[in-house]
């Protein structure tokens, strides 16, 4: 399974982009899809994560009401859509696919095995 993820760029305080990571080899609608970011000198957090058919969606407190995680199944794509981006979210994003959602796992780096290159995203203030 190779991940895709792009949509990244330089963007102001309070601005809005849409990340969108691409899965191959795969089909998506079996895998719990997440999205981490990790800024300079920082360890990767956990963003988001949809579970299969979108039936249960988490996000992380820092982002909660200002991003969004979907997935549209018949394109093989999740998307991660973050509005009033604050320079605080100045990190680079990765997209992640796991086999099962178990609660205690989904927010955890190390329980997902397929990874995308990340990509960038910068908010100047």
């Known amino acids: 399974v190779q991940l895709q993820a792009s949509g990244g760029g330089l963007v102001q305080a309070g601005g809005s982009l849409r990340l969108s990571c691409v899965v191959s080899?795969?089909?998506?609608?079996?895998?719990?899809m997440g999205w981490f970011r990790q800024a300079p000198g920082k360890d990767r957090e956990f963003v988001a994560a949809?579970?299969?058919?979108?039936?249960?969606?988490n996000h992380a407190d820092s982002v909660r009401g200002r991003f969004s995680i979907s997935r549209d199944d018949a394109k093989n794509t999740v998307y991660l859509q973050m509005n009033s981006l604050d320079p605080e979210d100045t990190a680079v994003y990765y997209c992640a696919a796991r086999n099962s959602w178990i609660y205690a796992l989904i927010k955890v780096a190390g329980a997902y095995p397929y990874w995308g290159q990340g990509t960038l995203v910068t908010v100047s203030s």
């Open positions: 949809v579970a299969e058919s979108s039936r249960v969606r």
């Open positions: 080899g795969g089909r998506i609608s079996t895998y719990v």
